[in-house]
């Protein structure tokens, strides 16, 4: 698939982690699973204030071959963030991709890295994690190890320096990815689950947005999100303590759905990322002042998304539909989600519908296609064994032919993996 460019918008965010010694080890094997990134529910929470521009770093993307992007303009070197992470996290090494040095990007990636942990929190705590040098001349990923590994929640990284001097102010930095591995204990949902109202932010000022998000005792989430004027509804669901929804409206006469990845910090802030277009956004907001409302404050909460998508004529996107790992095999916790796709058929007994399953561009295609059909078929047999006329049902694998974000990413794919409801 192609790439398509990472923007970045509202509270801009951005992740590293290293480690001692200018010594690289071997590259980093694909088999382990990067704790840093949006995917994983890592976040940037303190970033230089005010910041300058819209580009700060790109390291959480999940994409190590983009483009490198710069830290703000105006905002000299040494340039230091702090990242909280989802859960108690002890790493044992981090790595670098390839750097590649051409064109405007020569000489003005990021030499010095230094990292401090802390397990108290984002203000205090912290002490020496790691710090390297980057390689630019070596043409391969680098890895560096963490030679006194520790439990840690919170990273604060420093960018010291680059490879040539700034010329002033307005030299931009550049800086790519960086991953981390090692093992983080079990995520967890914030304590009063996804409810409330967030003041988004553009940057450091606090705007008129706002995202309402109402969590059940499933896991199911619903919500609204008013941006710019514009409402849109969303329907979701928390997974290891990480939401995902669907936002839809209606612009130009015609349904727009934008799919997104958020988790609550220890602050209560709502940090997350949305696919625009191919194109990723970052976003965060406040809890919003007590007494702050969305058009959904007042919804009822018996209202079933699948349902008011079937009476539109509109696919309903769900993400509640977890089966085991390349299986066809529902799990457990896809129960709320089934039983929501039940009922709305029982609302409305005379639409027929169409169940899509939809994977991400992991693996062949011929294996995506086939895997897809089959958990699709498998809903199908589940909503059938409920005494739903099996005329009504039809199962469809699309494999990874219709993505609705970029596969290149890992929160693109995590956004791509999903089951679709469709009136036939």
């Known amino acids: 698939m192609k790439r398509t460019p990472l923007t970045h918008r509202l509270a801009m965010m951005i992740l590293a982690a290293s480690s001692s010694s200018a010594s690289a080890q071997s590259t980093a094997g694909p088999e382990r699973q990067n704790l840093l990134g949006w995917a994983e529910g890592a976040f940037t929470i303190r970033t230089p204030s005010p910041p300058r521009t819209e580009a700060h770093v790109v390291a959480l993307d999940g994409q190590p071959a983009t483009t490198t992007i710069g830290v703000p303009k105006n905002a000299p070197l040494p340039h230091e963030f702090v990242i909280e992470l989802p859960a108690s996290t002890t790493f044992t090494s981090f790595a670098v991709p390839e750097i590649g040095e051409f064109g405007p990007a020569k000489g003005r990636h990021v030499k010095t890295v230094e990292i401090a942990g802390s ?25 560096f190890p963490v030679h006194s590994p520790r439990p840690v929640r919170w990273l604060k990284v420093r960018f010291l320096d680059r490879f040539t001097p700034q010329t002033s102010p307005a030299d931009p930095v550049l800086f790519s990815e960086l991953m981390g591995y090692g093992a983080q204990e079990q995520k967890q949902p914030p304590e009063k689950g996804f409810n409330g109202v967030w003041t988004l932010r553009r940057g450091y000022e606090v705007s008129r947005n706002l995202i309402e998000l109402r969590q059940d005792e499933s896991g199911q989430v619903t919500g609204c999100q008013v941006l710019g004027g514009q409402l849109s509804k969303i329907s979701g669901s928390v997974e290891d303590g990480i939401v995902r929804w669907i936002s839809t409206s209606v612009q130009g006469g015609r349904n727009v759905s934008v799919p997104s990845i958020a988790r609550i910090t220890s602050e209560g802030e709502l940090h997350g990322v949305s696919s625009f277009h191919g194109g990723l956004q970052t976003f965060s907001g406040i809890p919003a002042p007590q007494g702050a409302t969305t058009p959904c404050s007042e919804a009822p909460e018996s209202e079933n998304a699948v349902s008011a998508a079937l009476q539109a004529g509109l696919a309903a996107v769900l993400y509640g539909i977890h089966f085991d790992v390349d299986s066809d095999v529902l799990r457990p916790d896809a129960a709320p989600a089934l039983e929501q796709i039940l009922e709305a058929l029982e609302m409305n007994p005379s639409i027929a519908v169409i169940i899509e399953g939809h994977t991400d561009s992991d693996g062949s295609d011929t294996h995506n296609l086939d895997l897809s059909r089959r958990r699709a078929a498998a809903v199908v047999r589940w909503l059938a064994g409920r005494k739903v006329d099996a005329a009504r049902l039809e199962a469809s694998g699309k494999g990874e032919s219709t993505p609705i974000a970029d596969n290149a990413s890992a929160v693109g794919r995590a956004m791509n993996r999903r089951v679709e409801v469709r009136p036939r």
């Open 119 to 143: 397990s108290e929190s984002a203000e205090s705590g912290f002490s020496p994690l790691a710090g390297f040098e980057i390689q630019i001349e070596k043409k391969a990923p680098q890895e």
